[in-house]
């Protein structure tokens, strides 16, 4: 007698990882943008949401342009107030102050994260972290809750007792949150999250060729996705100089910059290519022999990945003096001060084959091109494959 067999149940669909970060400075974005990259390469659903989209318009406006005008036309200040709460408690009256604001411009924040019903929450930004704490510190949010940390120095703005699990850039790192209270099992040294992309290379003159740029040694002059810092200032220091290079400039979303650097670099007698924003820096980085850049947290790994070394400029007081200064501590970078004489420390480190060997050696050290797959998996290991009913979150 044949029998006939119900039709299997269909697999319920997989919950998304929520990556929340915030468009205040392009390396939260890129971060959170690795990490989903990473996760499509695991074969993981996930979803990117800026916090700032859910939030009042004039909110994100303020919260967004603040930052970038703070630290492009008062450094000074933003490297006070950067120290200043570094150093208080997530508990202090100031703190607290800050938190009902936000709280008050984001009422759309838990709705969207309703509407997306993912298996966990991770953030490349401070913001969405420490909203999301405050509702697990009163019993409102139950889903695991993970900080993705992306610069060297975890400032105390991402420190908060209810955070499930940290991704911090180093040991160092790690050592900082300790002393500010996470406790060790709560923090794992990935590095910072980049683009799967950065973790391949190819020969500097095939990288060349390809890109349609001189076959002579190259130097790439980066602004940052924001377009800021002294690019134009060092461009500029070439205007009689012979030696016989090849100069890059990116200067990102700035279309400002990017004119003036095409202006100046029309009258140089070097070699001279201007690209605005671009998506192929990981091509550009591969065809270089050094690069000189600001210090910023994504941007850095980004080029340690590729073994370059860097000529570091203008650090903003703060996350990227931090950043800065654990470069030079190991070797893997050198600090240019004077802007305007640039060209002559940019041809001096170019002929220094020794020390830039020396340099690539040191960069490929530190570098963690995998971390967003590292990262990834451990998230899916720990917070997606195991039973929901048996994670039990933190304890403060």
Known sequence: MNVSLPNPPPESPRKPLLFLHATAGAGHTRAAEALADASAVLELPAQTVDTLDCTRKSFKHIYSKSYVNLVQKMPALWGYLYDKYDAKRSDSKSQKFRLLLQKINTKNFLRTIHDIDPAAIVCTHFLPLELLNDLKRKGKFGLPLIGVVTDISPHSFW???????????????????????IPEERIQVSGIPIAPVFADSRPAPKARAALGLPAKPTVLLMSGGFGVGP??????????????????????????????????????????????????IHELLDATDFVVTKPGGL?????????????????????????CEYLLERGAATRLYDFADAAYYIDRLLNDSARLRTMSLAAQHIARPHAALEIVRDIEIRYVQCNPLNYQGTSA
């Open 159 to 181: 420190v908060y007792p209810h955070v499930d699990r940290y991704y911090v850039a180093s040991a160092d790192s790690q050592r900082e949150l300790l002393r500010k209270g």
């Open 231 to 280: 690019i134009a200032s060092i461009l500029h220091s070439f205007a009689e100089h012979t030696a016989d290079c090849s100069l890059v400039v990116v200067a990102g979303k700035n279309a400002e910059l990017r004119a003036q650097c095409e202006e100046i670099a029309a009258a140089l007698p070097v070699d001279v290519t201007v690209y605005g924003f671009v998506n192929f």
């Open 299 to 323: 941007t850095l790994s980004e080029i340690l990945a590729k073994g370059k070394p860097m000529m570091l400029v203008a650090p903003i007081p703060g996350q990227e003096q931090r950043n």
